[in-house]
């Protein structure tokens, strides 16, 4: 059975670590340095490595399989759980210089729990290391922060994603168009593992064949470039009716929300950089096919400059309500009502 991508491509070695730089930097001195914390917090948004760092480091500090213990907080998180391992980081390794424990998720914690372990990282034992990882670290006491070295990881930007989509699709033999690669990035909603699993279903659903872009949207939930166009078609025409109807299919297939406005939002700025001479053609075809291209360039030399700054910025106050309205495309709708009634 083929591993699954996020699996088969983790990394294992620091050198193969994306876009946390500086943490791996720090960590790589104390090693060379053998200057070794008794405890760490991983913090940062989920999928952007702070596991997968954390098994390196272990692994880097000459902890073998036997002594590394990884534990979901969320799942152990009762005083009980904390009062058995405060008992089990009391023996040697097996055959290790240390024993590693990684909490993940580590502020599912309850009150009694923190306070249990608070007394393990006042006086932990020699040979053991703690690797705390959180998503949420406010909810981590500062009584435990000030036990730890403390660490960050980025979220990669969309960007950075695209071209992690692109180098893992070329590993796999993949086939797969920029703007391809562009839709499975912003659904990877900044994070390394979701980026890939979108990949994955990408992949299964190519058969070894090369998807055009719309195919790939439909798979991944995204609207399809003709349901984007329409709603700029809608403001450079004036023809509301249009775009409504764009929207409302949208919605009717299932559509993000979000992805939808946000692609919205991109392409009228393309827009905007074209008819001031703002974006070169080789960042165009980074981000976009030849026929979106092409239809970008027509509404930018429209005369009537309708599709302006006035009505990039009504869809732009969309994005603030966008995730939290009763009715999902209402944001959208309003805009592009706004953007034709001119208020």
């Not at 990394?11 to 001195?29: H, M």
């Not at 922060?145 to 796999?172: G, H, I, M, W």
């Not at 008819?275 to 429209?302: H, M, P, V, W």
């Amino acid at each position: 059975m083929e591993l699954a991508l996020y699996r088969k491509h983790r990394p294992t070695k620091f050198i193969e670590v994306l876009g946390q730089e500086d943490v791996v930097n720090i960590l790589l001195r104390s090693i060379e340095k053998k200057s070794i914390s008794h405890a760490y917090l991983f913090s940062g948004s989920r999928g952007t490595g702070k596991t997968t760092v954390a098994r390196i480091f272990a692994a880097e500090i000459g902890c073998k399989p036997a002594d590394l213990y990884e534990i979901d907080g969320a799942s152990n998180r009762k005083i009980e759980d904390i009062r058995e391992l405060r008992e089990a980081v009391q023996t040697m390794p097996f055959e290790s210089p240390y024993k590693v424990y990684i909490i993940d998720e580590v502020h599912m914690l309850t009150k009694e729990a923190w306070n249990a372990l608070l007394k393990t990282l006042e006086e932990p034992p020699e040979h053991v290391v703690f690797i705390l990882a959180t998503t949420n670290k406010d909810k981590v006491p500062d009584t435990i922060l000030s036990r730890c070295q403390t660490f960050t990881f980025n979220s990669p930007s969309l960007e950075d994603l695209k071209k992690f989509v692109l180098d893992t699709a070329k590993k796999e033999k993949m086939k797969l168009a920029v703007p391809s690669a562009d839709i499975i990035a912003l659904f990877g909603d900044g994070s390394y593992r979701d980026t890939l699993s979108i990949l994955e279903k990408v992949l299964v659903a190519s058969k070894g064949e090369e998807l055009s872009v719309d195919d790939v949207s439909r798979i991944v939930g995204a609207p399809t470039h003709d349901l984007v166009e329409r709603v700029l078609q809608s403001v450079a025409s004036q023809e509301i009716a249009g775009g409504l109807t764009a929207i409302s299919k949208a919605h009717t297939d299932n559509v993000s929300m979000p992805v939808y406005l946000r692609l919205i939002i991109e392409r009228m700025r393309s827009v905007l950089l074209l008819r001031y001479g703002a974006i070169t053609d080789l960042q165009l075809q980074e981000s976009y096919g030849k026929e979106e291209i092409e239809s970008l360039r027509n509404f930018a030399a429209q005369p009537e400059k309708r599709i302006n700054s006035n009505v990039l910025g009504y869809f732009l106050e969309a994005t603030e309500v966008i995730g939290h309205s009763v009715v999902a495309p209402l944001p959208i709708e309003l805009a592009l009502m706004r953007s034709v009634e001119g208020k």
